[in-house]
Structure formats: structure tokens, C-alpha cells
């Protein structure tokens, strides 16, 4: 059962424009969240993260936006560029649990259009 | 500061063969996560090594294990290959072993199983 979400397996879209990438938990344990973006050949980079005492962090074009009522998040990307085109992975961690086991989404590949 | 390295990039094994994968982690880290990505079940936890201890374990079989050495380097073993097994082996590591600490993935080991 994935305990982490996320539907949509790819989004297009154009530059400048805004990206919004989803995803959704079903552990209520989760309280600290991450987002990873991976290149072809290369590991996951770590972007953005966020606690479960806030809702909303940012980080230059980066804001992640998290309500823990519908166990839901989600990574705006404004303006994409055309660099921002990788594969983002939404992971989840429960601080007062287990250290180091991130539980991540199956990715969503971005395509940013010129 | 050096990234995490992990040797070698690209391994083919038969069947029934085991395989050793290393993993350097960035100066000062202490702790070292393993992961398996495949196409169809994404990012999957393996293992965590702390101060040469084993801290937290995925669901795989013993097949796989993993070592850790006091300069906090790490390798694991894959016993019995399976075709299965072929996947993207990723080693992060971080300073610490708290959920915040941000973990830093290597490029990663592509094991192809034959």
C-alpha cells in the first residue's frame, strides 16, 4: 500500500508559467516533508522541505504548500525555466519515529516547454 | 566539498551471483541510507547505518545487507541475484540521523541482472 502519492506521472508546461506538482500521504505519522528533483544519471537533489507545524515554506521559486487536514501537498515552481525539466519526488518522514527511512511518491516528470 | 560517491556506476551480473556495491558518504557525515529505484515500485528504503550499526531496515529479504566502517563508508551485498534485482542502488547520506537532517544521494550503481 503507497503510503505516498502521487498521480499525476507527468505535466507539461510552458516557461514562465507556474508548475504545481501534487501529492498525497495516508500515514498520519508523516510530519516532515521533502521534495527531491533527479536528472537522468544523476541522484536525487534535495529542493525544499517543510514541517508539519507550518504550511507553507519557500525557497526562491520554490514554495511548498502543505495541508495536513487532507493529508495533501504540494511544490509551486514560478517561473519554470526550462531547467526545472527533471523527474520531482515528494517524500515523507516521521520525525519522532524512525531516523534516515524516507518514504518517497513514484516522482512526477516535469516538462518545461521553451 | 566532495559529493557522496558511489563505485561502480554500472554492474552486470548473471543470475545466482552476488554483487558488492560501495558507497563514500560526504565528509562528516555519520549516517548512510540505501535505496532501490525500479520503474515500477519507485524509491524503496533499504537499509540505515549509523556509527557502524544498522539503525533501520526496509522490507527486503536478507539477501540484502549492508556494512558500515568506522570512516562511516558503506557497502552493501546483494546474495543469490534475482532478475528482480536489477534497479538503480542509491546511497545518501547526512550528518545526523534526525528526520531533518537532509539527506545527499550519490549518482547512484545500475545493476542489470541477467
Known amino acids: 500500500d503507497q503510503q505516498v502519492k502521487q498521480n499525476s506521472p507527468s505535466l507539461s508546461v510552458q516557461e514562465g508559467r507556474i508548475s504545481i506538482l501534487n501529492c498525497d500521504y495516508t500515514n498520519s505519522m508523516f510530519d516532515y516533508f521533502l521534495w527531491y528533483k533527479k536528472y537522468p544519471a544523476e541522484g536525487p537533489t534535495f529542493l525544499i522541505s517543510i514541517s508539519s507545524i507550518k504550511d507553507k515554506n519557500e525557497d526562491g521559486r520554490f514554495t511548498v504548500f502543505l495541508n495536513k487536514s487532507a493529508k495533501h501537498l504540494s511544490l509551486h515552481i514560478v517561473p519554470s525555466q526550462p531547467g526545472d525539466s527533471a523527474v520531482y519526488f515528494c517524500?515523507?518522514?516521521?520525525?519522532?519515529?524512525?531516523?534516515?527511512?524516507?518514504?518517497f511518491g513514484k516522482g512526477t516528470k516535469l516538462s518545461v516547454k521553451p | 566539498k566532495a559529493g557522496v560517491t558511489q563505485t561502480p556506476r554500472y554492474l552486470i551480473k548473471t543470475r545466482g551471483q552476488q554483487v558488492t556495491l560501495s558507497c563514500s558518504p560526504i565528509?562528516?557525515?555519520?549516517?548512510v541510507s540505501w535505496y532501490q529505484q525500479t520503474p515500477g515500485q519507485g524509491l524503496q528504503f533499504l537499509f540505515e547505518y549509523f556509527s557502524e550499526t544498522q539503525r533501520n531496515k526496509g522490507n527486503f529479504p536478507g539477501r540484502f545487507s549492508g556494512r558500515q566502517f568506522s570512516n562511516s563508508r558503506s557497502e552493501m551485498n546483494v546474495s543469490t541475484l534475482e532478475l528482480g534485482d536489477s534497479a538503480l542502488y542509491l546511497c545518501a547520506s547526512s550528518l545526523g540521523r534526525r528526520a531533518t537532517d537532509t539527506q545527499y544521494f550519490g549518482p547512484g550503481t545500475r545493476l542489470t541482472v541477467l
Open positions: 517524500a515523507a518522514s516521521a520525525v519522532q519515529g524512525s531516523q534516515g527511512n524516507l518514504i
Open positions: 565528509s562528516g557525515h555519520r549516517s
